[in-house]
């Protein structure tokens, strides 16, 4: 009988490691077929099909697809592609130092040069249209084809020949390529007085040293209250996150905390310096494009109750890459982990893998969400990005507004005016005027502008399947009527819209003379997120109210 109930509970206690062993081999064993199949799948293709195969193309093609159906973040990276990687991380690369983009006509021009940089150095201008690199045409060749050709090893040189608006005659510009890095603070500078305001637009190599001194600066200017605006930064490198928070809070501090499926991607990153300022008064500016590191430094300052989030939830990327090494040089950059902020909560707000084995939208309904609370004792909550301890509301921006913001019209009727105006007053002074304004209108009227065309789609696409299905003949006044109501005043709607499309203009005007710095500067001037900071900085017992109820 003992040896039957030993043999028993010998039994017992191996069944459950095989139960755990068994999934274990399984996906062992389903890794090794799948590999196997795709590996032979291949060979028959390139042995059997009709035509030659392109190997590295067909194959890039199935691992992007294969990465595409796990999350936007996880991607490979070729040998050649990899500075296009480095340039993320340090915000560098070898090349000219412009922005460049596709007219309605297919035509590449340039879109905005860089401060300092060799286009604006050479005399480059918005609107400048790229007709050869060292006399190879660029005719029919896409944006990303021409920013390889302009990109190259620093220190190279060669002959960009352009064709400027308005002129007959080409020109040529002899460009020797730099090492670019994209500034992370296009401005900072003292605003209504005594508002030491930053802009920091990415985290790349080295930005807490550039926030470092900004803030620095700023003090030594007078600052007594500070707003880091990170509305449109859509991270970067989370070390840096780290050093930007430990400016502002003691050192010993958890930041964030990473947890993935392996060991090695569990890490807790410390404050490790002594601050710089934990007395100032900051504010936070986020919105919707504010993403990963960004939201590290919002979440982890308002868990941590040293600054007031202002503006609108921001995207909730709580999910963290890591690079890994591939044969020939390639790389991966991978989802390893997801992170944590100081409370304890992730911000991720979508579940790809719901998404992606249930067809689901993937995001956490707001009723599964779970309350946690910050140092002092406030309530916040995970599953959907930073919630800004003051939310601010902002009017939809118009129809004509956004397609006006994208249009050719608008690129020529800035180059015209700087082309008839070689000097623009200071930043803050300058206004376009009426008459301005009615000079874009009647350019846009000339030029057809279009401001309803997915309207127009959406009605065509609906009448067609109407027409298909038999029943538009019932409906034909309803459409008539829809179509009626779709023909746009453009004269009225320009009118509705003119402060909107003044400021727009100005924009247009200012990024020509003072580059990104300027157009900053300029939007400040009607900006209601830091309209609010600005209000709350000024009235302490508020301001001391959110953050300690």
Not at 48 to 65: H, N, P, R, S, W
Request: charged letters at 30%; glycine letters at 8%; a negative charge.
């Amino acid at each position: 009988m003992k040896r039957t109930l030993a043999a028993l509970a010998a039994l017992l206690l191996l069944l459950p490691m095989q139960a755990q062993d068994k999934p274990k081999e399984d996906h062992t064993f389903s890794v090794s077929k799948n590999l196997d199949i795709f590996n032979t799948l291949y060979r028959k293709l390139d042995l059997f099909y009709v035509d030659t195969l392109d190997a590295e193309k067909l194959i890039v093609t199935g691992i992007d697809a294969m990465l595409e159906s796990l999350d936007p973040y996880t991607e490979y990276y070729a040998d050649e592609d990899l500075d296009d990687l480095k340039m993320m991380t340090t915000g560098k690369y070898g090349g000219i130092g412009s922005i460049i983009r596709m007219r309605k006509d297919s035509a590449i021009i340039i879109a905005e040069p860089y401060e300092g940089m060799p286009a604006a150095e050479v005399g480059l201008k918005v609107g400048d249209v790229l007709k050869q690199i060292d006399g190879k045409d660029l005719k029919g060749k896409v944006v990303s084809e021409v920013s390889d050709l302009l990109r190259g090893e620093p220190g190279t040189t060669f002959v960009l020949r352009v064709q400027r608006p308005g002129e007959k005659k080409t020109r040529d510009f002899r460009i020797t390529r730099r090492s670019i890095k994209v500034e992370p603070i296009p401005y900072y500078g003292l605003q209504r007085g005594d508002v030491g305001y930053i802009a920091l637009t990415q985290f790349t190599e080295h930005c807490s040293t550039d926030v470092r001194r900004a803030v620095i600066s700023l003090k030594e200017q007078g600052a007594q209250k500070l707003v880091i605006d990170l509305r449109g930064n859509g991270g970067g490198l989370l070390g840096e996150a780290v050093s930007i928070v430990n400016l502002f809070v003691p050192k010993g501090q958890t930041i964030v905390e990473t947890k993935g499926k392996v060991r090695m991607a569990n890490s807790a990153y410390t404050t490790t310096a002594e601050p710089l300022d934990t007395l100032t008064p900051l504010c936070i500016l986020v919105n919707s494009s504010t993403a990963s590191a960004a939201e590290i430094v919002a979440g982890s300052l308002q868990d941590l109750d040293r600054a007031v989030v202002i503006g609108t939830r921001t995207y909730g990327k709580g999910l963290v890459q890591s690079p890994q090494e591939l044969p020939y040089n390639g790389q991966l950059k991978l989802t390893t982990s997801k992170y944590y902020i100081p409370s304890g909560r992730c911000i991720q707000a979508i579940n790809y893998r719901d998404r992606r084995e249930l067809g689901k939208d993937g995001r956490v309904p707001d009723s599964l969400t779970h309350v946690f609370h910050t140092r002092g004792g406030r309530e916040v909550r995970d599953g959907g990005g930073i919630k800004p301890d003051i939310e601010v509301r902002h009017d939809t921006m118009a129809n004509i507004v956004y397609y006006l913001s994208n249009d050719d019209v608008l690129t020529d009727w800035g180059t015209q005016y700087a082309q008839a105006h070689p000097t623009l007053p200071p930043v803050g002074t300058f206004a376009v005027t009426d008459a301005d304004f009615e000079q874009l209108k009647s350019m846009a009227r000339a030029a057809d502008f279009k401001y309803d065309r997915l309207s127009e789609k959406r009605l065509d696409d609906l009448k067609k399947m109407m027409e298909f299905e038999g029943y538009y003949d019932d409906a034909t006044d309803e459409f008539k009527a829809l179509e009626q109501k779709l023909t746009h005043n453009m004269d009225r709607d320009f009118d509705r819209r003119r402060d909107d499309i003044k400021e727009l203009m100005e924009q247009e005007v200012i990024k020509r003379y003072y580059y990104q710095r300027g157009s900053v500067q300029q939007a400040l001037r009607r900006d209601d997120d830091f309209e609010r900071a600005c209000q709350l900085l000024s009235d302490p017992a508020e301001y001391q109210h959110i953050l300690h109820p």
